[in-house]
């Protein structure tokens, strides 16, 4: 199984890098940053790797400060967790000269000792070139999201 999912992982390295130069950057950093969401719930740390900058700081929603190997930590699959999902949504690109910014919604659910949590946060990521992929995340900030709007 572990060698099935390292070589999932690495068709999509290959796959992003490839196909790198037919998106403009916008697309490129939305797929990534779509990527960088899945990899929590696929566990997939071979893509957390290739992404996450050296240098990558992330600030919690408590505003403890991560590192990278930290973050990679939260990547990695932990005995008695269960993911159900983590995705993105109202995600808005702004590139620039070498750099993008990401602006999203993050919501995750998991199962951990047999209780079901759920989150929800507005996060910003920055995206540098370089690296494997093409660009690579140097810093990444969770804070609180919006509430939900109840349904008509």
């Known amino acids: 199984m572990i060698a099935k999912l390292h070589g999932i992982a690495a ?4 796959l992003a890098v490839s196909n790198a130069s037919a998106q403009t950057p916008a697309e490129l950093v939305r797929s990534l ?5 899945r990899s929590y719930a696929s566990h997939d740390t071979a893509f957390a ?6 240098e ?7 505003g403890a400060v991560k590192t990278r190997e930290e973050e990679l930590a ?13 995705r ?7 590139t620039y000269p070498g750099t993008a910014i990401v602006i999203g919604l993050a919501e995750w ?7 079901t949590r759920n989150f929800r946060r507005r996060y910003t990521a920055v995206y540098v070139r370089g690296g494997s992929l093409g660009w690579r995340m140097v810093a990444l900030q969770l ?4 509430p939900v709007k109840p349904s008509p």
């Open 74 to 86: 939260d990547v990695r699959p932990s005995a008695g967790l269960q993911m159900h999902f983590f």
């Open 109 to 115: 659910e998991f199962e951990m000792g047999g209780q």
């Open 11 to 14: 068709l999509a390295l290959t």
């Open 143 to 146: 804070g609180q999201a919006p």
């Open 88 to 94: 993105t949504k109202d995600v808005d690109v702004r």
């Open 49 to 54: 790797q290739a992404l996450f900058a050296t």
């Open 33 to 37: 940053d779509s990527a960088w969401a």
């Open 56 to 62: 990558l700081a992330v600030t919690s929603s408590s």
